[in-house]
């Protein structure tokens, strides 16, 4: 398997490649050309990565990234460094079109045991308007033990953005033994989940054959709400809301059964991405502007800071890096 630090051909994507001479730059010293043993292409070692055609020193484009993801707006940032907003916005879409490239990397990992936790947290996008009309809304899906941040995107509170983030964790069930999924009462996810990687159980009975989630997959329910003065009967405060494949095993703790880590991470969110906060009256002008946003808090959390209560970086607690990685190397990683 390719690691993230190989460079390979940009024409035959080939890792057989030498060094062919070097030369200097005005602002990033020495740089290196390489020429590939298959093609006879020579190309420059930053081909491919977010600084290609980048002139900025990669030191001021690091620092950029490291005061955003510090909660400083994007306004404000120009300001400070005296650049134009829109070249920040730039830089953050180049380095937040990594995400692709490490969530295809983590994918490739075996894993024995994964808990996943699934909430939603919400923000303005243009003007102001009832939440439920708002395409502000964020599903975010989090590996419990290591706080690493599966999959989180942003739009309306529909069917569709659910499908985007359950799509991602159908990638991670094929790769792991024994997979749960809590939710704080939206039920959506389930049932996205379901339909999507559902399979018919033949248990020799006549009839159509059941459907039944995966081997191995639990998904339960945490109902919240009041249901005292509701009519009909009464909901489990913890239940599995879709059939489960019988040979899973059910023995689950109860009081396990929430999203509480992924809860801390949305009060995280409004601290340190600037779309969530609550100084403005518009938070976000997009929704491709707020997702830029996420996508760079889901590459610098999950592969460059340390969590502050595990200590460690979630992906390498996660497994799927053996050492973090810098602001540096992301901005240096082929695409």
């Given at each position: 398997?390719k ?5 390979h051909?940009p024409e035959?994507q080939s890792?057989?490649?030498d ?5 200097n730059?005005?602002?990033n ?10 093609c006879?292409?020579?190309f420059?070692e ?8 980048i002139?900025s020193p990669i ?8 005061i955003?993801?510090?909660?400083m707006?994007?306004r404000?940032t ?6 134009h ?12 079109d990594?995400?692709?490239?490490l969530?295809?990397?983590?994918f490739c990992h ?7 936790e ?10 102001r308007t ?7 809304w964020t ?5 419990r ?13 529909d069917?569709?953005l659910?499908?985007?983030?359950m ?9 792991t033994g ?7 009462g939206?039920?959506r ?7 999507f ?10 009839g ?5 989630l ?9 109902n ?7 009519r009909g009967?009464?909901r489990?405060?913890?239940?599995a809301?879709l ?5 899973t ?8 059964i ?25 938070y ?13 808090y ?12 595990t200590?460690e ?23």
């Open positions: 398997m690691t993230l630090t190989e460079l051909c035959c890792l057989k490649n060094p062919f001479k070097k030369y730059t005005v602002h010293g020495e740089r290196i050309l390489l020429k590939c043993d298959e006879d292409n020579v420059s930053t081909a491919g990565t977010p600084m290609q055609d002139k030191s001021k484009v690091a620092s950029v990234l490291k955003r993801s510090e909660g707006g994007l404000a120009g300001r400070v460094l005296g650049m907003k829109n070249t920040v916005s730039t830089w953050e879409r180049l380095f937040g990594q995400k692709e490239t969530m295809l990397y983590s075996e894993f024995v045991s994964l808990v996943f699934g909430d939603e947290l919400y923000t303005v996008v243009g003007r009832d939440a439920h009309a708002s395409e502000g599903a975010v899906i989090m590996e033990s290591s706080r690493f941040i599966v999959d989180q995107r942003c739009g309306a509170k069917a569709a659910f499908e985007s983030v799509s991602t964790v159908c990638e991670y069930i094929s790769q024994d997979l749960s999924f809590f939710s704080d939206e039920r996810y389930g049932n996205t989940l379901f339909a990687c559902a399979e018919a159980l033949r248990n020799g009975k006549p159509r054959p059941p459907k039944t995966p081997k191995g997959l639990k998904l339960r329910v945490k919240k709400g009041d249901q005292k003065h509701k009967p009464k489990k405060k913890y239940q809301p059939r489960e494949h019988p040979e095993d059910q023995e689950l703790d109860e009081s396990n929430h999203a509480n880590h992924v809860e801390a991470n949305n009060a995280a969110m409004r601290r340190r991405n600037s779309a969530f906060r609550r100084r403005t009256n518009t976000a002008k997009t929704v491709l502007g707020l997702q830029r946003t996420l996508d760079v889901w590459v610098i959390h999950n592969f460059v800071r340390k969590h502050w209560t200590g970086v979630p992906a390498v607690a996660m497994g799927v890096l053996s050492a973090p990685l810098g602001l540096e190397d992301i901005l240096m990683m082929q695409k």
